[in-house]
């Protein structure tokens, strides 16, 4: 994950439950990273852990319920308790967005990404007590900073585990969001071709014996030559399906339709195409 961010990919993901709210810190910059995401440190611990508490209530929403014993009244009370849930958590969101900093560019050659401050006048909060602090004693910051690719790793010398970089956490897009659910959403389509890949069928991509031998450079090629075979014969079914559908061969799915007065047709095979005009 780290060397995503270094070589500018855009990683969009996903947390375990006890990875939400303050993920790292910059103390220098007096910015925080919560949910992947850098924010002045001034935000509420409201909105700090609002991702946490969203999905601790869901959870407790859910706990015990069969679905199937509720009745009509009860899943429809159910059903405004977590959507009551999901526009509150909504709102914290939108309302982060006055704490965030934006990022700008690509991360330079030494792996420093580069953000802007929020504008000010945003409700800040002190960290430590949790009490508001009056614009005239925040600390002025300057319109941008440029985040070193070590934020967040330790620099004492300790034999103790060393605490991940902030690099780790961070995603191009604020998690939960509209943008970050479309951007997620195109990674099944990802794990579904690497589940072809690893099939023992055809390229078994997940057998070790399959592709033993040594160095990177084989590795890659042959990992290579696997993708290569895996969209050839993708493409080739295509064209199978669709020479089908073209030439009279049956529908995946023949329509069943039904009268007025709500009795079944008999089902009827498509039929194939007229011959062309000579």
């Keep these: 994950m780290p060397a995503a961010g270094v070589v500018g990919t855009k990683l969009v993901c996903d947390y375990k439950k006890n990875e939400f709210g303050q993920q790292s810190a910059?103390?220098?910059?007096?910015?925080?990273?919560?949910?992947?995401?850098?924010?002045?440190?001034w935000?509420?611990?409201?909105?700090?852990?609002?991702?946490?508490?969203?999905?601790?209530?869901?959870?407790?929403?859910?706990a015990g319920i069969d679905r199937r014993a509720l009745s009509k009244e009860a899943r429809a009370a159910l059903k405004g308790k977590r959507k009551a849930l999901e526009t509150n958590y909504v709102a914290q969101l939108e309302s982060r967005e006055e704490y965030r900093l934006k990022p700008h560019g690509l991360?330079?050659?030494?792996?420093?990404?580069?953000f802007?401050?929020?504008?000010?006048?945003?409700?800040?909060?002190?960290?430590?007590?949790?009490?508001?602090?009056?614009?005239?004693?925040?600390?002025?910051?300057?319109?941008?900073?440029?985040?070193?690719?070590?934020?967040?790793?330790?620099?004492?010398?300790?034999?103790?585990?060393?605490?991940p970089a902030a690099l780790?956490?961070?995603?191009?897009?604020?998690?939960?969001?509209?943008?970050h659910q479309r951007w997620y959403g195109m990674r099944s389509m990802v794990e579904s071709f690497n589940k072809v890949l690893k099939g023992a069928r055809y390229e078994n991509l997940g057998d070790p014996g399959k592709r033993s031998g040594r160095g990177f450079a084989f590795q890659y090629l042959v990992s290579t030559l696997m993708a290569v075979s895996a969209n050839i014969r993708k493409i080739a079914k295509f064209f199978e399906k669709d020479a089908k559908r073209q030439f009279g061969g049956p529908l995946p799915r023949t329509r069943r339709r039904k009268t007025a007065t709500g009795t079944a047709l008999e089902r009827r095979e498509a039929s194939p195409p007229p011959d062309p005009p000579q």
């Design 168 to 179: 780790k956490w961070w995603q191009k897009f604020p998690h939960a969001t509209p943008l």
């Design 43 to 62: 935000m509420s611990q409201e909105l700090v852990n609002a991702t946490k508490e969203y999905r601790q209530k869901l959870e407790a929403l859910n």
């Design 116 to 163: 802007t401050y929020p504008k000010p006048g945003y409700m800040a909060f002190d960290p430590a007590t949790g009490e508001r602090v009056p614009p005239s004693k925040l600390p002025k910051l300057p319109s941008s900073v440029s985040i070193p690719i070590d934020v967040g790793v330790s620099t004492e010398n300790s034999t103790g585990e060393q605490p």
């Design 26 to 41: 910059y103390a220098e910059a007096d910015i925080i990273m919560v949910d992947g995401s850098w924010y002045v440190k």
């Design 107 to 114: 991360p330079d050659a030494d792996g420093y990404q580069r």
